[in-house]
DNA sequence: ATGAAAGCGCTAACAT
DNA sequence: ATGTTAGCGCTTTCAT
């Protein structure tokens, strides 16, 4: 009647007490089995099963045993886009028997910061990061520190820290060559208020292959910015049709920053009565699972989702052995062409 | 040019060397700042910044302070649905100053358990859990150990746990009864060929506003069940669509699983030649942020997907609380109408 | 083959 | 107001 005092955690030294050895001895059974005697073992492992032991983390990692946590920073776990990533970054993960903590930061460079803080605390295994503020300096600081950093979406650049990026350049290129073959010559590119690098650079494929047409970009290039902030998304887009439509000279097609805000814009598009593609095409970018599905089914820019996140979580992982070298893997996007696109209107066409 | 001994972890020991002060002081400072005198504070905080520190969770988790991690265990972070929920999961923890593991089971029990271990030997504050499992007994096991555990998307039912579900059977019935009244007689349900208890229940509640309408449930409701493993999903429900025109009485409306499901249905029909919604009727689940944007927009049964993962995060939160209890919560979902439902083909209507 | 003992970084009770 | 001390559960020498 008196044994129950409350469930309190059950270590080593209960298990040592049941199996009637010392905790040196458990320890050995768990870390280094072979050096134990068959039958101590035996008797070991069966009261380690008798009283339900699971050793401590914390303990362990006290004594100097790397966390089995690994952090990831992205801008928001509810985005498909990086949804996936980071289910790619998990299963890696899984295979080294680790966790996964992930962290949205919303585009914030207060919550990045704080969150960093408190991963730090952790002392996680390393953390994996699509920065939020144009600063690299706080995340040279936590590696400095001893905590391993993995730069996503962004290349390094000449920082001294491993990455994993995709070049936002050759698929602007792409969306844009596609749509200059097809005839157009004015393109809208709908972007966000503020950028994070990798949208910048998508705007720089754009512009490089219009000028690579010889087309002036000063004219052929349009830019429309929408507020991210408060989302939806999708909303934000669907109100810059106004903004599209009243661009002079009047853009025949459109790229989109992703395929969320293609989502928005198609569905603007039609209440404006405007047809996809005849009237105006229309490009996504990343290639989520729904953008083969919508009406019309979306041309759109293909990223690696999953992979990106599985070779992050790979040279994250890889950051723990001795020779490790820090490095930078750059994966290509491609066009899936589907039908919203198509040669512009007649009569725009070679209009200038 | 002696100083630099490697990034060896700077702890409150060093600290307190710098300060010239004992490593309660330092403790102090932290702790119960007040009672430390005004200039040791500022010398110590000075301290802290100069060196750098940043105390360390595990070595405090080892003193009993709780731990400020959180395991979600779900089906699949990539998967719209959850990725949503653990986003409410996140912002409720981070009010707690709280992180978020998120792991997938891929409903396999086996993953389920190897997480369920990790997970304690980190000595999380908590785990909520979408149950792979059928069998409850290893989450109760969890639970009487020491490890709170809330039941997410699933009733707890007599369980002596937290849960947050949503009310599936009404769901089902809110699309049955709509499909019903629009002058539907033969529904379809397209499900997988495993059905956690959340999917039954669906079910169930189609065959309650059948049965309710007077209608036969042998003959009015088609059972069709995909493999739900590889996915994707979407190209299941794709292929679905010959069984569901095989059926006889062929069915002149599906209600899909989830919108997932859907999505790839509305492509399997309009492949089939079948417009949707003048030849049959689909009926969604969840109300994804693509649903309201498909072609034709999507009639589908809302969750509060959001509202979901931060109430069962409030639920874990609360454990730590001495005066808890456990509850159950339950949200109601809601029928979305747009525009994929509509009178069966004229002919159809009242035949029996 | 097994055990004793030190100590990881921290908190909290106690002593000064 | 500040310092001393004893562990938390574990790993790891170093005896025995």
Do not use: W
Not at 67 to 72: E, R, T
Not at 209 to 220: C, E, I, P, Q
Not at 254 to 278: E, H
Request: net charge positive; aromatic share 2%; with cysteine.
């Amino acid at each position: 009647m008196a044994g129950e005092k409350g469930p309190r955690r059950i270590g080593m030294r209960e298990v040592a007490r049941v199996a009637g050895v010392s905790v040196s001895t458990v320890a050995n059974v768990l870390s280094r089995p072979t050096i134990v005697a068959p039958e101590t073992r035996r008797r070991v492992e069966q009261a380690i099963r008798g009283v339900g032991y699971v050793p401590s983390g914390p303990a362990r990692q006290l004594r100097g045993v790397p966390s089995p946590l690994v952090g990831s920073l992205i801008l928001d776990l509810a985005n498909p886009f990086y949804a996936e990533l980071n289910r790619g970054i998990e299963d890696r993960l899984a295979e080294a028997g680790c966790l996964l903590l992930a962290c949205s930061t919303d585009q914030q460079p207060g919550k990045e910061q704080r969150i960093l803080r408190l991963l730090q605390e952790q002392a996680v295994r390393g953390i994996i990061v699509a920065p939020a503020s144009p600063d690299p300096t706080p995340l040279l600081e936590v590696s400095r520190r001893g905590t391993p950093v993995v730069l996503i979406d962004q290349p390094r650049g000449r920082l001294d820290l491993c990455s994993v990026a995709v070049d936002h350049t050759l698929g602007g290129r792409l969306a844009a060559e596609h749509l200059i073959s097809l005839g157009h010559r004015r393109i809208a590119y709908l972007g966000g208020t503020v950028d994070p690098d990798p949208v910048a650079e998508r705007r720089e494929g754009l512009r490089l292959a219009l000028a690579a047409a010889g087309l002036d970009t000063r004219r052929s290039l349009v830019d429309i910015r929408m507020a991210l902030h408060p989302p939806p998304l999708a909303h934000a887009a669907e109100a810059a049709v106004e903004q599209i439509l009243a661009a002079r000279p009047r853009p025949t097609a459109v790229v989109c920053v992703n395929d969320t805000a293609a989502l928005g814009l198609l569905g603007g598009l039609q209440a404006a009565g405007l047809r996809v593609p005849a009237d105006m095409s229309v490009v996504g970018y990343d290639d989520l699972p729904f953008a083969a599905r919508l009406a019309p089914p979306l041309t759109t820019v293909n990223q690696p989702k999953y992979e990106l996140g599985r070779a992050a979580a790979d040279l994250l992982l890889d950051e723990a052995r001795p020779d490790h070298t820090h490095r930078g893997i750059r994966f290509q996007p491609s066009l899936v062409v589907r039908a919203s696109t198509a040669p512009p209107p007649a009569g725009k066409r070679s209009q200038r």
